[in-house]
DNA sequence: TTATAGTTTCAGTAATTATTGAAACTAAAA
DNA sequence: TTTTAGTTTCAATAATTACTGAAACTATAA
């Protein structure tokens, strides 16, 4: 395969994983653009290769960089700006782990705290609260250990793989 | 807060939070509605409790029961299908993690796995390597890692957050 | 058989989400 | 200042995804 070939399989495949991993589709064109340059690119280098408006690369350039998987840079002698990502795929996996924990379990477990029943008589409202609670537990593990992982360092996973 | 109130606050809850869980808000619904039921509910059930049409119920619990988070049971001396889900948080994180494997991280293994240079001389190609080598060994050792926890007993993820 | 109760499918429609393109804005340089 | 290069915003529109409702289907009972 040629290196161009393999970059736009590459970029499309990142495209449409992006859907099922909650980010869009030009997002993801995006960042696996950037992950496969070596030069950073301005807003005009993207919308000419990806074929897209120049409001769609500016907002999502913009989300990138506030998950913190691109970042500006200044290329000297030229004065618009230009994009490169991390290329450090642990870190990369950090951010996106990051992002994923607040959006998905935080907010679960905000609304579990928030389920109080007055009173617990009944078998149903029995079951109602250890349904609560067992996820609420759950929640918890499961925040527990990304945030492990959020913070940890390199190969991290891969001893925790391997210890299992 | 009364048993109802609870019960629409968690059905609401777990359906908006269905949206970034990568499952529809219906379906995420109407698994909550099936959830906190200690009685079986019949599509008819379903379908007034939640506003929402025949063909939708039957496409959702469909899906639910495909996923392993609902089952149909049968009511002696009545004709109609009644659907009860599964009360074990365990067993329903187990599913939903079963799912996402499927979905998000087998189909980014296949495609790295297909990513393969004719040659690598240039930089360009050299860092594209690196990149997919990268990704794909970051994709295999999180596929096993929820591949153990999907074949785990019940329990694994607090001895494994505390081990930690 | 035919009637009846229940389930499934799917074309059309509605709701949601993403994208464009042009106008407003900001800042450097003439 | 004014001009020019570049960035950001956002209303209008397109694309995608979910939902409805009615018709086709299946199975049991009369």
Redesign the pocket.
Known sequence: MKLKEAHNEFIGAWGSLG?SWGV???MAQIHALLLVSIEPL??EDIMEKL??????V???V?TLIDWGLADKRFVTG????FFVAGKDVWGMAKQVARERKKRELEPLQRTLEKLKLDKVNTPEEKEFQSLVKELGQFADSADGLLGKFINSKKNWIFKLASKL
Chains 1, 2 share one sequence.
């Open positions: 859907s869009n589709r030009t301005s807003a074929n897209i408006s120049r409001g769609n500016n907002m999502n913009r030229e004065r618009k700006e």
